[in-house]
């Protein structure tokens, strides 16, 4: 199974409901079921611009799953759409967004699985 590995807050915006798009400096061909990982990583700094969605993190678990069911090319027209969707979630942030990745059917696991991430699109062992 793919896997994907975002860093918190990020991790926990999609997988609450609260962000749609994954950006990412590369373009990806895949499409189809990812499990979405959040890293250990939490970005400090981030913490008090997303306190209202009352977050809970959970740093090195995968926490749910989406379909990836689209790779966009951001221009400003496009920033533009996601600023007026929701502001505070796709304003600016510390990484480079050149592309978006459109995550669908967005799934909360109610029990976390702890595991270690990786770079990039990367294959999970589903354990039977």
């Known amino acids: 199974m793919k896997a994907l590995t975002i860093k918190e807050p990020w991790a926990s915006l999609i997988i609450n409901g609260y962000k749609k798009y994954e950006f990412r400096s590369w373009k990806v061909n895949y499409r189809g079921k990812i499990l979405i990982h959040a890293g250990k990583t939490l970005e400090r700094d981030m913490i008090e611009r997303f306190k209202k969605y009352n977050l809970d ?5 995968i926490i749910g799953e989406a379909i990836l069911s689209d790779c966009i090319k951001v221009d400003d027209k496009f920033n533009n759409k996601l600023l007026s969707i929701d502001p505070i979630v796709y304003g600016k942030s510390n990484h480079i967004s050149t592309f978006a990745w459109k995550l669908d059917n967005i799934k909360k696991y109610d029990k ?17």
């Not at 993190?57 to 678990?61: E, L, M, P």
């Not at 990786?118 to 354990?127: A, I, P």
């Open 57 to 61: 993190y959970k740093c090195g678990y």
């Open 112 to 128: 976390p699985i702890k595991c270690q991430g990786k770079l990039g699109l990367w294959n999970y062992e589903v354990k039977k």
